[in-house]
């Protein structure tokens, strides 16, 4: 009987248990249906949507170099009087039909020699370790019974086409850009790997469309999940649909490739990245004139050969349009260089702006070690005149004036060269531009320089005669300048309602 009381008051008390659990509350609590494609955090954006403060979130930083490591380089290597002492002035002597085994190894001591002082291991521009082992490739290419000046040529170009620095030519060549073809020859099968010299495209993930939340975390659009490899190669992209997103992009031109082949998740879960490369959208052929309103977006047109004349025909036309208009995109795609000077002068009176805004910090030397270097502050009117020595050029660490009335859009791509990228140096350190397209050609390290005709072949190489030195971070040889947005296959078009659009 007591057991039976015992089973009985536990039953109820389960029962009563149960029956708590069943109970619905009398304010029912509604657990919100989240979609995640429709949170503002993670929807993939539209080009049009963005706002031009939007933009400049997305520029990037104009760091100072370090001129204390390039003057230890140039210190260590380069020879300031070497250089002076072996200038050739004649440079149209003819070529030598043939030449023995040993006057060819001594046109390669000699052309390897002068790299080395000229260059004097400038940080990427021309690292002596590579110059070495190259060094030892071209002697090893000549044949005993010794070879022609053609096929001497031919050597060189592979031996000094790891220099991407565009100012060095070889016989009006720029090894970098003939390399692969001499590699790829029946006659250097075995002896050498093409892959080694080929020039190609930037390349983006175009599987991988990513979006930053408010934590500054990665989130792949397609999946919702946290990314967490490869942070230091993504960037932001407008892909030709109008879309706006970050990717994995690689910029380096140069083989082998150095691209991820997953991309790791925070769930440790992987995804295989298809690349492919960036496309270009060049400009206009032909132009009658070399700036054009659409709206209230001013257009103006330094493509191609616009700083290697003296003066742009419709200058006047281009510049007073330019003081009135407060929406301006400047193209400087294919702009292979010319006269800084000619640059300058259009980036001053577009912002109406004095030239002396732009000055650097000059540091010349003209002995073989650098104790003292001369630092001197000019205006842009006055820096050809020192050009005739060996230079360090750097920029001054500050930020050059705000032009609170306009927004400027600057179009590079990888034909944006010499002069195009000193002048592209100079407006990207404004706070109120964006550049946008590719990377440039990393011919903005030094100038065309001094011929030098090898002993025996009698061909001729230039060698740059100044360097600008830069912080790693804002400029590099080997990917020139980085943009602050990738555009992929997007047309001039689109870009000039891109801006209509900005508010």
Not at 287 to 303: K, R
Not at 359 to 376: G, Q
Not at 415 to 427: R, W
Request: hydrophobic share 35%.
């Amino acid at each position: 009987m007591k057991n039976t009381k015992w089973l009985i008051i536990l039953t109820l008390l389960v029962s009563c248990t149960h029956n708590e659990v069943q109970v619905e509350p009398t304010l029912p609590i509604e657990k919100p249906t989240i979609i995640i494609e429709e949170t503002p955090l993670y929807k993939l954006r539209h080009s049009s949507d963005l706002t031009i403060n939007e933009l400049l979130v997305y520029k990037q930083p104009f760091y100072a170099p370090d001129l204390e490591e390039y003057k230890n380089h140039l210190n260590t290597y380069q020879d300031y009087q070497f250089i002076v002492d072996n200038i050739s002035i004649d440079s149209d002597e003819q070529h030598n039909d043939f030449l023995t085994f040993e006057q060819a190894l001594q046109d390669i001591d000699q052309i390897v020699t002068i790299l080395k002082h000229a260059f004097g291991g400038l940080l990427d521009s021309a690292p002596i370790e590579t110059l070495n082992y190259n060094h030892n490739l071209m002697k090893g290419l000549v044949p005993p019974f010794g070879l022609t000046t053609n096929e001497l040529r031919d050597i060189l170009i592979i031996g000094t086409s790891f220099i991407r620095d565009k100012h060095y030519w070889l016989d009006d060549t720029i090894p970098i850009y003939e390399a692969y073809s001499i590699a790829t020859s029946p006659k250097y099968k075995g002896f050498l790997n093409p892959d080694e010299y080929k020039v190609r495209l930037p390349i983006y993930a175009k599987n991988l469309k990513l979006i930053k939340d408010s934590h500054n975390d990665y989130i792949d659009s397609s999946n919702n999940k946290k990314v967490v490899s490869n942070h230091d190669m993504i960037q932001p992209l407008i892909d030709n649909d109008g879309s706006f997103y970050y990717t994995i992009i690689d910029p380096n031109p140069y083989y082998p490739y150095t691209e991820p082949e997953l991309i790791y998740y925070e769930d440790n879960s992987t995804k295989e990245l298809i690349y492919e490369s960036i496309q270009l959208h060049l400009p206009p052929s032909e132009t009658s004139e070399h700036s054009t309103l659409h709206d209230d977006v001013l257009y103006i047109d330094l493509t191609k050969d616009a700083f290697q004349l003296e003066n742009l025909e419709d200058i006047e036309t281009v510049l007073e349009r330019a003081q009135k208009s407060s929406k301006i995109i400047i193209d400087l795609r294919n702009n292979v260089g010319g006269q800084t000077t000619t640059g300058l002068k259009i980036l001053s009176q577009i912002l109406n702006s004095p030239l002396n805004n732009w000055n650097a910090f000059y540091r010349s030397y003209d002995k073989v070690y650098i104790t003292n270097p001369l630092e001197i502050e000019i205006s842009n009117e006055e820096h050809e005149q020192l050009f005739k020595n060996h230079l360090i050029v750097s920029y001054p660490q500050q930020e050059l004036p705000l032009v609170e009335d306009k927004f400027i859009l600057v179009l590079s791509n990888l034909n944006t060269a010499s002069a195009g990228e000193y002048f592209l140096g100079d407006i990207k350190r404004l706070d109120n531009v964006i550049n946008i397209g590719t990377n440039t050609a990393g011919a903005a390290t030094s100038s065309v320089g001094q011929p030098y005709v090898l002993d025996h072949s009698k061909i001729t190489l230039r060698v740059p005669d100044h360097f600008s030195a830069y912080h790693k971070e804002t400029y590099s040889v080997k990917t020139g300048y980085l943009p602050d947005i990738w555009l992929n296959n997007v047309s001039l078009e689109q870009i000039i309602e891109l801006m209509k659009g900005l508010k």
